[in-house]
C-alpha cells in the first residue's frame, strides 16, 4: 500500500512552509499568487495525510505543532534538495558544470594545459576536472579504457587504434636546447655536425625517443653520444640547463627559460623538427555537454596558443 506522504506533491509543501515562515493563510496566498481557500485546503489535505494537525491559531498569528515544526523542517530540505538537483540539472544540460577526467602526454599536461584548464575552471567553480599525465601511449589508452573523457597526446600511433576518434590540431616545434655559457655548441649548428655532440634525451623504447630518433633519421642524423637519459622532459631541461648536454626539447616548455636567458636556440638551418598534437577520444563516447564545452575551450585555446607562436 503506497505512503499517504509519498503523496504530497511538492507545491503542497511549498504553500505550507509558506504558512509556517509568514504565519498567515493571507499572506501566503499573496507570496504564493494564488486564493486564500486554496491556502486552507492545501495545509488541511497536507495535515490529513500525514495524520497529525500541523498549525494552530494563536490570535490572529498561525503558528505550527509540534508534529508541524518536524513536518516543516523535513519539507524545507525536500524543497531545498529539489531546487538544487533542478539547478545542477540545467547547469549540466547547459554545460556549466559537471566533472571530466584529461589524459595528456608529459609536455602538454605539464606545461599547456595547466593554464588552460585553470582558466576554464576560473568560469565554472563548481565543476570537477582532473588532469592524467602520462606517456603518450599511456595516455591514449586511458582514453581507449575510459579511465578518461578525451586526452591529448603526441603520440602518432593512436592512429592505428580504431576505437579512438582522433584529431590533429598541431605540431609542437622540437628545438636544440643548450645551457646559456655552454660551450658544447656555437649560436647555430648544421645538421651534419650533431651526430657527436653529448645528448641529453628521453629513456631508450619510450614513444618520446622513438618518435625524436625518428625525426632526426629522416635528417640523417644518428646520435652516436647520449650522455643521459631521462623520464621526463622537465629532467631533460634541467639537465641541459646544469651543461651536462644539449637535447631537442618542445618549444612550449622551455619558453620561460628562453626569455630568462638560462637556456638558449641552438639554431639548426634545414632541419625542422614537429611532433603532431592529437585531440583524442572513443568513438563510442558520449561526452556531457560540459566535457564537450570543456574539450571546445581546450582545443580553441591551443590553437590560438600555436597562431602565436
Request: net charge neutral; with cysteine; charged share 25%.
Amino acid at each position: 500500500m503506497r505512503s499517504l506522504i509519498s503523496q504530497i506533491t511538492l507545491h503542497k509543501l511549498e504553500v505550507f512552509c509558506h504558512v509556517a515562515e509568514l504565519g498567515s493563510v493571507s499572506r501566503a496566498a499573496e507570496k504564493c499568487s494564488i486564493a486564500q481557500p486554496v491556502v486552507t485546503t492545501h495545509v488541511k489535505s497536507l495535515a490529513q495525510k500525514i495524520g497529525v494537525p500541523l498549525t494552530k491559531k494563536n490570535g490572529r498569528q498561525i503558528t505550527l505543532t509540534e508534529d508541524g515544526e518536524r513536518i516543516y523542517a523535513w519539507a524545507k530540505e525536500i524543497i531545498s534538495q529539489t531546487r538544487e538537483l533542478e539547478d545542477e540539472l540545467r547547469d549540466r544540460k547547459a554545460g556549466t558544470t559537471g566533472s571530466a577526467s584529461i589524459a595528456a602526454s608529459m609536455t602538454l599536461g605539464s606545461y599547456i594545459l595547466p593554464s588552460i584548464v585553470s582558466r576554464f575552471k576560473d568560469g565554472h567553480v563548481h565543476s570537477d576536472i582532473s588532469v592524467q599525465i602520462a606517456n603518450p601511449k599511456m595516455a591514449s589508452e586511458l582514453v581507449q579504457r575510459g579511465e578518461c573523457d578525451f586526452g591529448f597526446t603526441i603520440f602518432d600511433r593512436v592512429r592505428g587504434i580504431s576505437s579512438l576518434e582522433v584529431i590533429p590540431l598541431y605540431s609542437e616545434k622540437l628545438i636544440l636546447a643548450a645551457a646559456r655559457d655552454s660551450a658544447i655548441v656555437g649560436s647555430e649548428i648544421t645538421p651534419e655536425s650533431l651526430s657527436d655532440l653529448p645528448f641529453i634525451t628521453a629513456r631508450a623504447n619510450t614513444a618520446r625517443r622513438d618518435l625524436e630518433d625518428y625525426a632526426l633519421m629522416t635528417h640523417g642524423i644518428v646520435r652516436s653520444n647520449i650522455v643521459l637519459e631521462f623520464g621526463h622532459g622537465e629532467a631533460i631541461k634541467q639537465s641541459v640547463r646544469a651543461g651536462s648536454g644539449i637535447a631537442f626539447l618542445f618549444e612550449s616548455s622551455v619558453k620561460d627559460e628562453l626569455l630568462s636567458g638560462v637556456l638558449r636556440e641552438v639554431r639548426t638551418p634545414g632541419m625542422a623538427l614537429a611532433f603532431p598534437i592529437y585531440f583524442v577520444r572513443r568513438k563510442d563516447k558520449k561526452m556531457t555537454a560540459f566535457q564537450h564545452k570543456l574539450a571546445n575551450f581546450i582545443c580553441a585555446e591551443i590553437g590560438s596558443l600555436n597562431q602565436l607562436s
